[in-house]
C-alpha cells in the first residue's frame, strides 16, 4: 500500500530488514556510489551519486527496521556499507539511539535504522542492503 507524508509516497510494505544486493552496478571509480542512495520507503535522497564510498565491515547487528527505528523485532547482521566520514554529505539523515547504537534512520519519514554512527560522530555507515537507489 502505498501513502502520502508532506507531499512523498510512502511505501509502508516495504522489507523492514536488510535485502541481498547484487555490488557489481553499485559503483564507479574510487569504489564510489554510481546512484542516489535513497529511503527506501519514501524516496527521500540519502546521498547524491558520487559522494560515499563501499566498505565491507566493521559488522553490527541492525535492529530491523520501523518508522522510529526502535519498534523492529529481530535483528541483522550487516557489514557491507556506504561510507563517509562527513555529516554534510547527507542530504537528509535523522538519527536515535536503538539498543545503545546511534542509529541512523530517514530524515523524512523517520524510517531506519539503516545505519549508524561512531561515538565521536567522525564515522558514518550506511547499510546497502537497507536503502534503495532509483
Not at 529511503?39 to 559488522?59: D, H, M, Q, W, Y
Not at 523524512?108 to 542492503?129: L, M, Q
Request: charged share 25%; net charge positive; with cysteine.
Amino acid at each position: 500500500m502505498f501513502f502520502s507524508i508532506a507531499g512523498k509516497t510512502i511505501n509502508d510494505k516495504c522489507s523492514t530488514s536488510s535485502e541481498k544486493v547484487n555490488t557489481a552496478d553499485l559503483v564507479v571509480k574510487g569504489n564510489k556510489n554510481r546512484h542516489n542512495v535513497l529511503c527506501k520507503r519514501c524516496g527521500s535522497l540519502i546521498f547524491v551519486a558520487g559522494t560515499v564510498e563501499l566498505v565491507n565491515g566493521p559488522e553490527k547487528k541492525l535492529r530491523y527496521m520501523s518508522t522510529g527505528a526502535v519498534e523492529g523485532k529481530g535483528f541483522d547482521k550487516v557489514s557491507l556499507w556506504w561510507y563517509t566520514a562527513s555529516d554534510l554529505t547527507f542530504d537528509t539523515i535523522g538519527w536515535q539511539t536503538v539498543d545503545g547504537l546511534k542509529s541512523l534512520v530517514c530524515g523524512d519519514c523517520e524510517f531506519g535504522p539503516f545505519g549508524w554512527r561512531t561515538d565521536d560522530n567522525k564515522n558514518f555507515y550506511i547499510s546497502v542492503e537497507r536503502v534503495g537507489k532509483p
